[in-house]
């Protein structure tokens, strides 16, 4: 099993920026990708990015590429979401996800889930 607990949301205006963390235990951290999510009120959870498990592949959701940039360390079992140039539309909880084979959009290939951290975004 893999605990993953995010963190690093909160209350921006338009044009800042947020980091956020997910921070992993247990076991198979380095084994797997690593994607985030996010899921706004009354809408379904979409993909945001995704990380292989050696850190040298990444996909971004069009809506955040050049804005958002995904990493780990997995010295530190932690993968972050760097997010620049923030959007009112980027408002929502965001999760991260871990335990797939592959580096993909696809939520339901993912078997291990955070609880989220929201990210507010003021205009």
């Known amino acids: 099993q893999v605990q993953l607990v995010e963190s690093g949301g909160g209350l921006v205006q338009a044009g800042g920026s947020l980091r956020l963390s997910c921070a992993a235990s247990?076991?198979?951290?380095?084994?797997?990708?690593m994607g985030w999510f996010r899921q706004a009120p009354g809408k379904e959870r979409d993909f945001v990015a995704a990380?292989?498990?050696?850190?040298?592949?990444?996909y971004y959701a069009d809506s955040v590429k050049g804005r958002f940039t995904i990493s780990r360390d997995n010295a530190k079992n932690t993968v972050y979401l760097q997010m620049n140039s923030l959007k009112p539309e980027d408002t929502a909880v965001y999760y991260c996800?871990?335990?797939?084979?592959?580096?993909?959009?696809?939520?339901?290939?993912?078997?291990?889930w955070g609880q989220g951290t929201q990210v507010t975004v003021s205009s």
């Open positions: 247990g076991r198979t951290f380095s084994s797997g990708a």
């Open positions: 990380i292989s498990w050696s850190g040298g592949s990444t």
């Open positions: 996800a871990s335990g797939s084979v592959a580096t993909t959009m696809q939520p339901d290939r993912y078997p291990y």
